[in-house]
């Protein structure tokens, strides 16, 4: 069906209170986008922590409500719910329904990584350059956008991995995925010959992404919450979270990593590096940056 959509501009603490007042007055959805996301003031936000909601400091903020909501009624309405709010931006247009999901499938395309390692829609033909006996095929929920690999942290990720199976250093291994996500480097690792993949995150949604698409690639993954982590240690480590939460962890993720094990760390800004190359070099050797557009990733071998 088609919708009144609503758009605004606002600031990271006038947004609770210009999305409160949408959603008492029917919004159907509120979508929040950074207000700079086409220029390079644009600021990442991946991986907040348990309980934090990090914005931008510019939004914009589009509300869908019934195609048959008057707009000039609407906007008198919310003039008189939140009269210190600057309504006066507000734009409207009429837009018809969509197939959301086919629509960024149109978008996802498979993707190779390294020599072997291909990421494909699960409904999309399979390339002919992937049709090797050795490829290791990812299909992945195109409606599951978090974890596709197409952000050049979980592609930095992803080529570390295969370099590991093409050095021998994968197969019959457990790997640790911290910060799964959709699963996508536990499914990468699986299929590049390790033996077992557990997935931690702090979001329920994506312990249940991991366990299907697990499911859709025929392999099992111990998906599960930082509380219900199993106490181990492991020859292979990645975490593809934020710098900062990195830092915190520090300890925690040199814990995970068995003597002689290796770790990538990504989620990194360039200039960040520096800085956490310093804080896991008391655990690790060999720790080497490498870098992708303005993202990091390092890795390291415990000691």
């Given at each position: 069906?088609?919708?009144?959509?609503?758009?605004?501009?606002?600031?990271?603490t006038?947004q609770?209170?210009?999305?409160?007042?949408?959603?008492?007055?029917?919004?159907?959805?509120?979508?929040?986008?950074?207000a700079?996301?086409?220029?390079?003031?644009?600021?990442?936000?991946?991986?907040?922590?348990?309980?934090?909601?990090?914005?931008?400091?510019?939004?914009?903020?589009?509300?869908?409500?019934?195609?048959?909501?008057?707009?000039?009624?609407?906007?008198?309405?919310?003039?008189?719910?939140?009269?210190?709010?600057?309504?006066?931006?507000?734009?409207?247009?009429?837009?018809?329904?969509?197939?959301?999901?086919?629509?960024?499938?149109d978008?996802?395309?498979?993707?190779?990584f390294?020599?072997?390692?291909?990421?494909v829609?699960?409904?999309?033909?399979?390339?002919?350059?992937?049709?090797?006996?050795?490829?290791?095929?990812?299909?992945?929920?195109?409606?599951?956008?978090?974890g596709?690999?197409?952000?050049?942290?979980?592609?930095?990720?992803?080529?570390?991995?295969?370099?590991?199976?093409?050095?021998g250093?994968?197969?019959?291994?457990?790997?640790?995925?911290?910060?799964?996500?959709?699963?996508?480097?536990?499914?990468?690792?699986?299929?590049?010959?390790?033996?077992a993949?557990?997935?931690?995150d702090?979001?329920?949604?994506?312990?249940?992404?991991t366990?299907?698409?697990?499911?859709?690639?025929?392999?099992?993954?111990?998906?599960?919450?930082?509380?219900?982590?199993?106490?181990?240690?492991?020859?292979?480590?990645?975490?593809?979270?934020?710098?900062?939460?990195?830092?915190?962890?520090?300890?925690?993720?040199?814990?995970?990593?068995?003597?002689?094990?290796?770790?990538?760390?990504?989620?990194i800004l360039?200039?960040?590096?520096d800085?956490?190359?310093?804080?896991y070099?008391?655990?690790?050797d060999?720790?080497?940056?490498?870098?992708?557009?303005?993202?990091?990733?390092?890795?390291?071998?415990?000691?």
């Open positions: 069906m088609p919708f009144l959509e609503l758009t605004l501009r606002c600031t990271e006038t609770p209170r210009y999305e409160n007042a949408l959603e008492d007055l029917g919004a159907l959805s509120v979508t929040l986008l950074d700079d996301a086409d220029t390079s003031n644009e600021r990442a936000i991946l991986e907040p922590g348990v309980g934090e909601l990090p914005l931008w400091n510019e939004l914009v903020l589009t509300a869908l409500f019934d195609a048959d909501t008057n707009a000039l009624a609407l906007l008198a309405a919310l003039e008189a719910f939140d009269s210190g709010l600057d309504w006066s931006g507000v734009s409207f247009r009429a837009v018809a329904d969509e197939d959301w999901e086919r629509a960024w499938l978008t996802f395309k498979p993707m190779s390294g020599r072997r390692t291909w990421i829609p699960w409904n999309h033909e399979l390339p002919e350059a992937a049709q090797t006996a050795d490829a290791a095929i990812v299909r992945l929920d195109p409606g599951l956008a978090f596709s690999g197409t952000h050049p942290t979980t592609a930095l990720c992803l080529r570390w991995l295969d370099g590991l199976a093409d050095e250093l994968l197969a019959g291994q457990t790997v640790l995925d911290f910060g799964c996500g959709s699963g996508i480097l536990a499914l990468a690792a699986l299929k590049l010959g390790a033996a993949a557990v997935g931690v702090n979001d329920p949604q994506a312990i249940i992404a366990n299907d698409n697990a499911q859709r690639n025929g392999v099992q993954i111990t998906a599960c919450l930082p509380e219900d982590e199993p106490v181990a240690t492991y020859p292979v480590v990645v975490a593809n979270i934020l710098a900062s939460a990195l830092d915190a962890l520090a300890e925690v993720l040199a814990s995970r990593v068995a003597s002689g094990g290796r770790i990538a760390l990504s989620g360039h200039g960040q590096e800085e956490l190359l310093q804080r070099a008391a655990w690790f060999d720790l080497v940056a490498t870098r992708d557009g303005d993202w990091m990733r390092i890795e390291g071998r415990r000691r």
